[in-house]
């Protein structure tokens, strides 16, 4: 039983759902056989759950029917009936969270028997409960079509000619909630696609843009925001969108919950860092900002857990801003949300960072030999780092050697696109500046302009940099 699914789901609960689990398995409108509340009440010890000598079969099956014969199909049995009340368990648990949703429920129930005064004393708590609601986001607007719709079908079951159908507000509201689910899946897309290189059709595009523009639709906010995302994705040029979208995201954080409000901070910050990977710095200090404040506010810490390339990148960009006291405070405070896997290597590597942009080189090499990292791109940010160290300490052989070994790692492992074509045109940028001619002024300056118009390519300042204090 040890990779059941059914242990898998019961690993994941919590002391409280463990508890009201069990009042459900104890109702005999959810279970009748006492061997599968014997079953539950042997797995809710939690070392009957962890160890694998208290999971096997056979074991489970003398705990439950005890000095009887082992019986592989009644062992099944008993499980298969355990999963079934189980997952009774989990849509109750996941549906009953939403109050107006089952209470809209409710309301379909009253109607389909023709109740029509506790339909009516329903829905009004319905409304006093969706006005007081304190999120506009997607499932606010979600539930006010559906609200609107359960409405129109009750008054349009009553039959009289007199009635005044609420028609209009359905539609407007199907609408609303359709275009706000468009427009984040199209922000989706495009962030997906700036990623993975991938192909995807949209349906609907041009319509939707047109519809929000031509309604006025931007006064939802649910709309407004992914409106300007994507406005800021495909129009990068325009720094309004940008903007527009930054002043929408600190307005109106309150009107959704923590979930959605990190894909919008990190669709913001992806916007700040790909504008800053083609050489504008202005974004910078933009992404710094909004990385401090999600972190501030918690915003972008899920689940008690950070991403190692968010951890990553938040470091990063501070180091570029010399902000050397925020970044080591904030290592110390949030690695505990990396996980364990990627806590030594990510910490280390961002440590050796720090001490690289100090000047102290010889702690650099200590934190990155300490990180024993098996991620790809931090094997290559961290090769990148010894190679920069090599250069300035014109330690040339061991970083023609380094340079080599990080081409040949690119061609073995499967590096995505972007971050492919940046790490190679670094190695032949590096490699050209180790061939430069210090007497030839005019080479000196092709390279410049050469290094200056390349995309993509992270380390242009670096190289530049380098490059005016090459002296004959």
């Known amino acids: 039983m040890n990779k059941s699914q059914l242990v898998s789901i019961l690993r994941t609960f919590s002391r409280k759902e463990w508890r009201e689990l069990g009042k459900w398995m104890q109702s005999p409108a959810h279970n009748q056989r006492q061997d599968v509340l014997v079953l539950y009440e042997y797995l809710k010890q939690e070392k009957h759950l962890t160890g694998d000598e208290f999971l096997a079969k056979e074991v489970v099956f003398k705990h439950i029917y005890t000095n009887e014969a082992f019986d592989d199909a009644r062992m099944r049995q008993c499980i298969h009936f355990f999963n079934k009340a189980l997952e009774s368990f989990l849509i109750y648990s996941e549906l009953s969270q939403d109050e107006i949703y089952t209470k809209t429920a409710l309301s379909r129930v009253y109607r389909k028997k023709q109740l029509d005064k506790p339909f009516k004393k329903n829905m009004k708590q319905i409304l006093q409960l969706q006005e007081k609601y304190p999120m506009r986001d997607a499932h606010f607007l979600?539930?006010?079509?559906?609200?609107?719709?359960?409405?129109?079908t009750f008054l349009s079951e009553q039959k009289k000619r007199t009635t005044v159908f609420n028609l209009q507000e359905a539609s407007d509201?199907?609408?609303?909630?359709?275009?706000?689910?468009?427009?984040?899946?199209?922000?989706?897309?495009?962030?997906?696609?700036?990623?993975?290189?991938?192909?995807?059709?949209?349906?609907?595009?041009?319509?939707?843009?047109?519809?929000?523009?031509?309604?006025?639709?931007?006064?939802?906010?649910?709309?407004?925001?992914?409106?300007?995302?994507?406005?800021?994705?495909?129009?990068?040029?325009?720094?309004?969108?940008?903007?527009?979208?930054?002043?929408?995201?600190?307005?109106?954080?309150?009107?959704?919950?923590?979930?959605?409000?990190?894909?919008?901070?990190?669709?913001?910050?992806?916007?700040?860092?790909?504008?800053?990977?083609?050489?504008?710095?202005?974004?910078?200090?933009?992404?710094?900002?909004?990385?401090?404040?999600?972190?501030?506010?918690?915003?972008?810490?899920?689940?008690?857990?950070?991403?190692?390339?968010?951890?990553?990148?938040?470091?990063?960009?501070?180091?570029?801003?010399?902000?050397?006291?925020?970044?080591?405070?904030?290592?110390?405070?949030?690695?505990?949300?990396?996980?364990?896997?990627?806590?030594?290597?990510?910490?280390?590597?961002?440590?050796g960072r720090l001490h690289y942009d100090k000047g102290n080189y010889d702690k650099t090499m200590d934190y990155i030999n300490e990180a024993e990292i098996d991620d790809i791109l931090l094997n290559l940010n961290s090769k990148l780092l010894l190679s920069k160290i090599f250069y300035e300490q014109e330690n040339y052989n061991v970083l023609e050697s380094l340079l080599e070994s990080m081409r040949t790692y690119l061609v073995r492992k499967k590096v995505m696109g972007y971050h492919k074509s940046n790490y190679k045109n670094i190695i032949r940028y590096i490699r050209k500046l180790l061939k430069v001619n210090p007497f030839n002024k005019q080479h000196i300056d092709k390279l410049k302009q050469e290094i200056t118009t390349a995309n993509p390519l992270t380390e242009k300042e670096w190289l530049i940099r380098q490059l005016d204090q090459v002296r004959p």
């Not at 979600?142 to 129109?152: D, I, P, S």
């Not at 979930?259 to 050489?279: H, K, P, T, V």
């Open 142 to 152: 979600r539930n006010e079509y559906l609200v609107q719709q359960e409405q129109y």
């Open 173 to 351: 509201a199907l609408d609303v909630t359709f275009i706000a689910d468009k427009l984040r899946q199209i922000c989706l897309i495009l962030s997906h696609q700036t990623v993975y290189q991938a192909n995807y059709d949209i349906g609907f595009l041009d319509e939707v843009l047109n519809f929000v523009e031509s309604k006025n639709l931007l006064a939802q906010p649910a709309i407004a925001i992914y409106y300007y995302v994507y406005k800021a994705l495909t129009e990068k040029e325009d720094e309004q969108h940008f903007q527009n979208l930054k002043r929408e995201i600190t307005t109106n954080s309150h009107l959704f919950p923590t979930s959605e409000m990190r894909d919008f901070y990190l669709l913001a910050i992806n916007y700040c860092i790909g504008r800053m990977n083609i050489g504008s710095d202005f974004y910078i200090r933009e992404a710094f900002e909004l990385y401090k404040l999600g972190f501030e506010k918690h915003i972008l810490v899920e689940n008690e857990n950070i991403s190692p390339w968010t951890f990553h990148n938040v470091a990063l960009i501070g180091l570029r801003l010399r902000e050397f006291d925020w970044v080591e405070q904030f290592v110390e405070n949030f690695q505990e949300f990396l996980s364990l896997k990627f806590r030594k290597s990510f910490v280390n590597y961002i440590l």
